[in-house]
């Protein structure tokens, strides 16, 4: 019933920029964190950032402080992660997750979501 889907993947050059998408069916963002995470070959899957239920509070691994952003649209019930200057670190699967447990502050951690969108497949490269 509750489902979150990602778009926006794709291939670009390192020093460039992607946006993705996290669209929310089901339920309204404003009861529910948001969390998104990637998985790289041969790596286990990792959090990427966080944003709570009132949109006020995000949370950022050091990997991509200051490049990345998280936000969030109320009007389309969609959660963006604005991502600039990629390196080619940042090649992985991109997932979008959502809890519901009714958590007001998130957490950038696997056991803190419950429903997962297929993810996205991110690509930089030369």
């Known amino acids: 019933q509750l489902q979150v889907v990602e778009s926006g993947g794709g291939l670009v050059q390192p020093g460039g920029s992607l946006r993705l998408s996290c669209a929310a069916s089901?339920?309204?963002?404003?009861?529910?964190?948001i969390g998104w995470f990637r998985q790289a070959p041969g790596k286990e899957r990792e959090g990427v950032a966080c944003i709570s239920s009132s949109g006020r509070t995000t949370k950022y691994a050091d990997s991509v402080k200051g490049r990345f952003t998280i936000s969030r649209d109320k009007a389309k019930n969609t959660v963006y992660l604005q991502m600039n200057s990629l390196k080619a670190d940042d090649t992985a699967i991109y997932y979008c997750a959502a809890d519901n447990s009714g958590d007001y502050y998130c957490e950038i951690s696997r056991d803190e979501y419950d429903f997962w969108g297929q993810g996205t497949q991110v690509t930089v490269s030369s």
């Open positions: 089901g339920f309204s963002l404003d009861y529910h964190i």
